[in-house]
């Protein structure tokens, strides 16, 4: 079955530059979630997408920005990176329609900043 | 407002056993669902088992079951016949089921099997 694809896998960037993260859904699924997880935490949610339209909004610091396009993909922009921005984000899909609304993760991208 | 405890921070447990990983929660949602992840040393985060707050049976998923308490607000993973891959972390999570809601995880615990 087809899962969430994430990429890059692993991203290196030094202070004040910027990322982008990509994200492609399970096919058919509607929604898309971001989540951020620093070193040793639980993930915190950042934000997310229902039919391309922002959602729910959680922690997701003023630098960062996201979209969810019309073939459903979604990026995450993350501009002056700082050295706390450093984590493994996960971008999950889910289906709303679904009895159970899961949502199922990407393998992550891991961000360092140097 | 939606809380995750999981008090256990590390299991350590001899492989063929059974594991119990206990999550306690707290919502003040009527309707929510209630799910566990696997979080191997790679990195991803695998969907293991999901119970509802009005399901009346206790979820099952092959060696996976969800002991769900209502009444004690917890919602427990029991990993039947443990393995060496078993070892991982383990993330309860919570969201209220209407729309399009975030998750919101527990600290987790890492299990450890030994051989």
């Known amino acids: 079955a087809a899962g969430v694809i994430q990429s890059p896998r692993h991203l290196i960037k030094e202070k004040r530059e910027t990322a982008t993260l990509k994200c492609y859904p399970i096919?058919?699924?509607?929604?898309v979630y971001w989540y951020q997880q620093g070193p040793g935490q639980d993930p915190q949610f950042l934000i997310s997408f229902y039919e391309k339209m922002q959602s729910d909004k959680g922690s997701i610091p003023d630098r960062f920005s996201a979209q969810q396009f019309s073939d459903y993909h979604s990026e995450l922009n993350m501009s002056s990176l700082e050295l706390g921005d450093s984590a493994l984000y996960f971008c999950a899909s889910s289906s709303i329609v679904s009895s159970t609304d899961t949502q199922y993760f990407g393998p992550g991208t891991r961000l360092t900043v140097l | 407002a939606q809380k995750i405890t999981q008090t256990q921070p590390g299991m350590f447990v001899q492989e063929k056993e059974a594991v119990t990983l206990d999550c306690t929660y707290d919502?003040?949602?009527?309707?929510?669902?209630l799910f566990w992840y696997k979080q191997p040393s790679s990195g991803e985060m695998i969907f293991l088992i999901y119970?509802?707050?009005?399901?009346?049976q206790n979820a099952t998923e092959g060696r996976y079951s969800l002991n769900f308490q209502k009444a004690r607000k917890s919602a427990n993973l029991v990993i039947s016949a443990s393995q060496l891959g078993d070892s991982a972390m383990y993330f309860c999570?919570?969201?209220?089921?209407?729309?399009?809601?975030?998750?919101?995880f527990g600290q987790g615990t890492r299990l450890t099997i030994n051989p």
């Open positions: 999570a919570m969201r209220p089921i209407q729309g399009a809601q975030k998750l919101v």
């Open positions: 096919p058919r699924h509607d929604t």
């Open positions: 119970q509802g707050s009005y399901d009346e």
């Open positions: 919502t003040s949602d009527q309707s929510y669902g």
